[in-house]
């Protein structure tokens, strides 16, 4: 079976640029999470979507966004770029929000902002 | 608000010894659940052992075991046996009992580990 598959996996944006970020959960699955992971740190949650509709937000500006589709896959998207938007980007799927579920990680984007 | 602390920036073994990572953390809950992640060079997130706050039984998985001290707020993971494949970046990872938007795991910093020859 597939695992969590996220596209592109590396990609280099100008300042200012706007970002899309893809991923398609394991099948089945139905939340999706996004997490920013910044070189020598540990990933921060960014969002969370289950049956399409935002459940959670993390500490992040408004220029972050994401949805969730009808088949469960989710887009982030970020505008106006800053060179601190600079990390990797990991995608996460778990069958439901309930607390306890494991939450399986895609391979991550990573994003170069220059 | 719940933070997790690793303390060790960066660990090494010999090839076949035993290391113990640290973990400790802060909540006022009393259940959650708690996590150990390996992060290969490959970048991608591969859940190591999984800890339910009202278990007291400390969990294993074949090589991979936790000491969990739930007074103390600690979580350390011990690696038996250690093999080359085991060199990565390990993050303690902390959630809370509740689902939804409170369903998203709090990292640590992380503690790289080199096993070697």
């Known amino acids: 079976d597939a695992g969590v598959t996220q596209s592109p996996t590396h990609l280099i944006k100008t300042r200012g640029q706007h970002v899309t970020l893809r991923c398609s959960p394991i099948?089945?699955?139905?939340?999706v999470s996004w997490y920013q992971q910044v070189l020598g740190q540990g990933p921060q949650f960014i969002f969370q979507y289950y049956e399409k509709e935002e459940r959670g937000r993390g500490n992040f500006p408004d220029r972050f966004s994401a949805r969730q589709f009808p088949n469960y896959s989710s887009e982030l998207n970020v505008n106006a770029l800053l060179l601190g938007d600079s990390a990797l980007y990991l995608c996460?799927?778990?069958?439901?929000?309930?607390?306890?579920?494991?939450?399986?990680f895609g391979e991550g984007s990573w994003l170069t902002v220059v | 608000a719940q933070t997790v602390t690793q303390s060790q920036p960066e660990m090494s073994v010999q090839e076949a010894e035993t290391v113990t990572l640290s973990c400790t953390y802060d909540t006022s809950e009393s259940n959650y659940y708690l996590f150990w992640y390996k992060q290969p060079p490959s970048r991608q997130m591969i859940l190591v052992i999984r800890?339910?706050?009202?278990?007291?039984q400390n969990a294993t998985e074949n090589r991979f075991s936790v000491n969990f001290q739930k007074a103390a707020k600690s979580f350390s993971l011990k690696i038996s046996d250690s093999q080359l494949g085991d060199t990565a970046m390990y993050f303690c990872?902390?959630?809370?009992?509740?689902?939804?938007?409170?369903?998203?795991?709090?990292f640590g910093k992380g503690t790289k580990l080199s096993v070697k020859p």
């Open positions: 099948s089945g699955h139905k939340s």
């Open positions: 800890q339910e706050a009202y278990k007291q």
């Open positions: 990872a902390f959630m809370g009992p509740y689902g939804g938007s409170q369903g998203n795991l709090i």
């Open positions: 996460a799927s778990s069958l439901t929000i309930q607390s306890g579920n494991t939450i399986y």
